[in-house]
């Protein structure tokens, strides 16, 4: 008897299985992490909310398609995807030749700038190799490569974290930071109103230390669906509505150059 | 010299997977690494070392008061891990205004300082332990002897207990020492650049892991084996009347 039922529930899990696996006529489903404000957090009564399902949804009307937005932990991303649990990594994932190995990326549709910040009145001399003689933090090979490369004599201390960045600025070890901008902005320059944080400068820029930003990603043989991702991230920003969009939830670009 | 310079860099470019002429050309940061693990590893075990005799004496002779603040020390140092407690002192301790605002701030905002107190706090404890146990372990006929002979219980520690301890010590010490040397790869968690941060550094810069950390794991063998030569040379010449014939 039992055996039976083994039986049935394995065949109700295929049917579940099996019916869950995306069509690509009907719903496009986009994978979130539904964890990384403000691109994609659960709302209160835990719908998943955020920039990126808006853009998504903007997207898709230009597509004519319908589509929803699933979540997903990070290490299951890419795994989900190629079996067909969800049509798109629509979560913030960079572009990396590593991934690029199993997965293919649409263009980007951001890449937030890395930007210094100081407390006010701290002096940075972006013109200088040393930055004024600062005590600057960077993230490991990202800001990093960025100081290495434009600021060679600057006084750098390396972290692997911007969390821990962050305290070392509050703390005063640290005079400024280079950090990608909008978790500066929602992890310390928000968090802290009152402390004089901001940016400084114009965004630092520098296609080799960045990389390529940030795609959808898609699987390899889904090229249909890439071609016409594509076409809408370049519909919504042609017509506005992505600018729209970022200036709602940063007020700063977040495209990049 | 010009010559062997170059015969690395055709090996490394022609024969060898690994370019270790990119690192050779990157000396002076493992250089700076070397410097940083050597003056972390050599200060923290002498601070360490003299924190630790009074507390194993105390441990030993159980002192009333301080024995028991003495082992809650040992205790709560041994109970957590020694990243937690660099966490602790580095990124806990300056969330205090109060901190921040005191002159202890000149030596706690350096993250190389944080390592350092952290390192002798942690090795200071674990010596303890092992020196107290060497103290424990003194032959009643030695201890027998120095009452025998007149001698007052400093005089006696001083001139017999003590320095019979360190000799029955030595061996396990020498293991603290490389424990202690690798638990120093510990502070390029708080942006020090020692040996491993090198490393690190390196491969931010190239992407070239295993050239970084394989010329790292290189330093640190390179360490370990003068460390127990050392150790071997004082437990031949202090433990010589252990030696079978």
Redesign the interface.
């Known amino acids: 008897m039992f055996k039976t039922l083994g039986k049935m529930t394995a065949i109700s899990l295929l049917a579940a299985v099996s019916a869950g696996a995306a069509n690509a006529q009907d719903v496009i489903r986009f994978a979130t992490e539904a964890a990384y404000p403000p691109f994609n957090e659960r709302a209160a009564d835990g719908s998943i909310v955020g920039w990126e399902i808006d853009l998504g949804q903007a997207m898709c009307a230009h597509m004519k398609r319908e589509c929803e937005f699933v979540a997903q932990d990070w290490d299951g991303m890419i795994p989900g995807l190629l079996s067909n649990r969800f049509d798109g990594i629509f979560a913030s994932m960079t572009i990396t030749e590593e991934r690029k190995q199993r997965i293919d990326f649409t263009d980007k549709y951001y890449q937030s700038p890395a930007r210094f910040v100081s407390k006010d009145g701290v002096a940075l001399d972006r013109s200088a190799a040393d930055l004024g003689g600062l005590k600057v933090g960077a993230i ?2 990202v800001t ?2 960025y100081l ?1 490369k434009f600021h060679p004599d600057a006084d750098i ?4 974290s911007s969390e ?1 960045m962050f ?2 600025l509050q ?3 640290l005079d400024a930071i280079l950090s990608e901008s909008v978790q500066a902005d929602f992890g310390l320059i928000r968090e802290n109103p009152d402390a004089g944080f901001a940016f400084r400068g114009e965004p630092a820029l520098d296609a080799g230390c960045f990389g390529a930003g940030i795609g959808i990603g898609v699987r390899k043989e889904d090229g249909d669906l890439r071609a016409s991702l594509n076409d809408a991230i370049a519909a919504v920003r042609a017509d506005g509505t992505y600018d729209a969009l970022v200036e709602k939830y940063f007020g700063y670009d977040i495209y990049g150059e | 010299m010009e010559s062997l310079l170059e015969s690395i860099r055709v090996f490394s470019s022609e024969t060898s997977p690994l370019d270790f002429y990119l690192v050779l050309q990157n000396w002076s940061l493992f250089w700076k690494g070397l410097q940083n693990t050597l003056l972390l590893l050599v200060l923290s075990l002498i601070a360490g070392g003299l924190l630790a005799v009074p507390l194993a004496i105390i441990r030993a002779t159980r002192v009333p008061i301080l024995n028991p603040i003495a082992y809650g020390f040992i205790y709560f140092v041994r109970g957590t891990p020694l990243l937690v407690q660099l966490y602790v002192i580095y ?1 806990g301790l ?2 205090f205004e109060a901190v ?1 605002d005191s002159a202890a701030w000149v030596i706690l ?1 350096e ?1 190389w300082w944080c390592a350092l107190i952290a390192f002798s706090i942690g090795t200071a404890a674990y010596t303890a332990e092992i020196f107290r146990g060497a103290i424990e372990d003194t032959p009643r006929g030695e201890v027998e002897a120095t009452i025998a002979a007149g001698m007052s219980r400093v005089l006696a520690y001083r001139r017999i207990i003590l320095p019979s301890a360190f000799r029955r010590a030595l061996p396990a010490y020498g293991n603290e020492v490389i424990f202690n040397l690798h638990t120093t790869v510990i502070a390029s ?1 708080v ?1 020090v650049i020692d040996v491993l ?1 090198a490393a ?2 390196f ?3 190239y992407y070239l892991a295993y050239e970084g950390f394989i010329t790292a794991a290189l330093i640190f063998i390179a360490i370990v084996f003068v460390i127990t030569r050392v150790f071997n040379l004082m437990e031949r010449r202090m433990l010589r009347h252990l030696v079978r014939a």
């Open positions: 490991a090979g990093e490569c290495n201390a390396i972290y692997r821990d305290l070392d703390s005063g070890r | 990124y300056s969330q921040r905002r993250p968690t942006t941060g690190r550094t491969n931010n810069k």
